[in-house]
């Protein structure tokens, strides 16, 4: 099975993240930032746009009154633009042709992700759907990723984890599967994905495919 990362990895939500962010810029009467400077943020949920939008940490005394704000303005956009990658259709297309699973952990709400997957014709497709409210503790933490296998039926070691941020790669490391950076995901200037110990990179989705056909000869 193959297991995707959602933001970042499976689709491009990132202006649609951006569009809520600077709505509430616009609410406290700040100018809208540009695109190119929030997308390397979208990976990191609310703690990270928060943190480029309005410089505010979680030991901050607004961050949680801020993040209830942002998140009930997103909650009215995120359907509004999301977008699979280039070529991501076509992988899953070629994955399901081929008899092979695939399905996503992510560290977003289920509130967020079941109206999501469903308006881009995702969510019946994928073999299971695990979000961050469905564990105790969501990545870098193994316990969503173990959970999918679970659901799916399917061993860990079976099971490759596509990501686009260093607690993917430590979560599927810690679930002891395969894992893959998606490098053309929401990297910013400070990541280091050679760092990260991860199996593979991949600078394109179908490039996946050469990964698995590759390790499946091995």
């Known amino acids: 099975m193959i ?6 990895t499976l689709v491009d939500t990132a202006h649609d993240l951006a569009h809520a962010l600077n709505l509430l810029r616009e609410q406290h009467g700040l100018a809208a930032l540009p ?7 979208a990976s990191h949920g609310s703690v990270g746009l928060l943190k480029v939008g309005f410089d505010l940490s979680v ?5 949680s009154a801020m993040r209830e704000a942002y998140l009930a303005l997103y909650d009215q956009v995120l359907t509004r633009q999301p977008i699979l990658f280039e070529g991501m259709a076509q992988l899953l297309t070629i994955l399901e042709a081929r ?40 990545k870098p933490y193994p ?11 399917v061993l860990p070691q079976s099971c490759w984890y ?8 430590q979560a599927g490391k810690a679930a002891h599967m395969p894992t893959v950076v998606a490098m053309y995901g929401y990297l910013d200037a400070l990541d280091k994905p050679a ?7 991949i600078n394109t989705p179908l490039s996946l495919l050469e990964v698995i056909d590759f390790n499946s000869k091995g």
């Open 195 to 201: 760092e990260w110990g991860a199996d593979q990179s």
């Open 59 to 63: 030991e901050d005394a607004r961050f």
């Open 162 to 169: 596509v990501g686009d941020a260093e607690r993917d790669i």
């Open 35 to 41: 695109f190119e400077v929030i997308r390397p943020y």
């Open 99 to 138: 008899k092979q699973l695939w399905g996503v952990v992510t560290n977003k709400p289920r509130r967020f992700t079941q109206p999501l997957m469903q308006s881009i014709g995702l969510w019946q497709r994928a073999a299971c759907v695990v979000c961050a409210d469905d564990v105790a503790r969501p």
């Open 3 to 8: 297991l995707f990362d959602l933001d970042g």
């Open 143 to 153: 316990d969503s990723l173990l959970l999918a296998c679970k659901q799916a039926e």
